[in-house]
């Protein structure tokens, strides 16, 4: 599986920004998709995941302000991202796992054993 990430940028408090993730080689039938991201000196967070039912989950620090979207004909990913704080700056991934748990798992690891995530896209919010 290969995960390409775009629309990353620099952007003022308030502001926003749309990521998309472009998936190809899939061979799973059900999967789950999502997104991390880690700022400098702090852990990986996950932050959204949509499951092969369409279920979502979103992190405490980024509902109501981030929208996860999929379209499964085009294989791609979307976080729509609005009313930006300086504090969501960081590298932002995507990734895909057979489920949630195994999402969760990736993200913790960091480990090919669970899915395949992206290089990622630079999100900076100023003040």
């Known amino acids: 599986v290969q995960l390409v990430e775009s629309g990353g940028g620099s952007v003022q408090a308030g502001g926003s920004l749309t990521l998309s993730c472009a998936a190809s080689?899939?061979?799973?039938?059900?999967?789950?998709m999502g997104w991390f991201r880690q700022a400098v000196g702090k852990e990986r967070e996950r932050i959204a995941t949509?499951?092969?039912?369409?279920?979502?989950y979103y992190a405490d620090s980024v509902k109501g302000r981030f929208t996860a979207s999929k379209d499964p004909v085009k294989n791609t990913l979307s976080l729509q991202m609005n009313s930006l704080k300086p504090e969501d700056t960081a590298m932002y991934h995507c990734?895909?796992?057979?489920?949630?748990?195994?999402?969760?798992?990736?993200?913790?690891?960091?480990?090919?054993?669970?899915?395949?995530w992206g290089q990622g896209t630079q999100v900076t919010v100023s003040s």
């Open positions: 990734a895909l796992a057979l489920d949630r748990g195994a999402l969760a798992l990736l993200v913790r690891l960091l480990s090919p054993e669970f899915g395949s």
């Open positions: 949509i499951d092969s039912d369409g279920s979502i």
């Open positions: 080689g899939i061979t799973y039938r059900r999967y789950s």
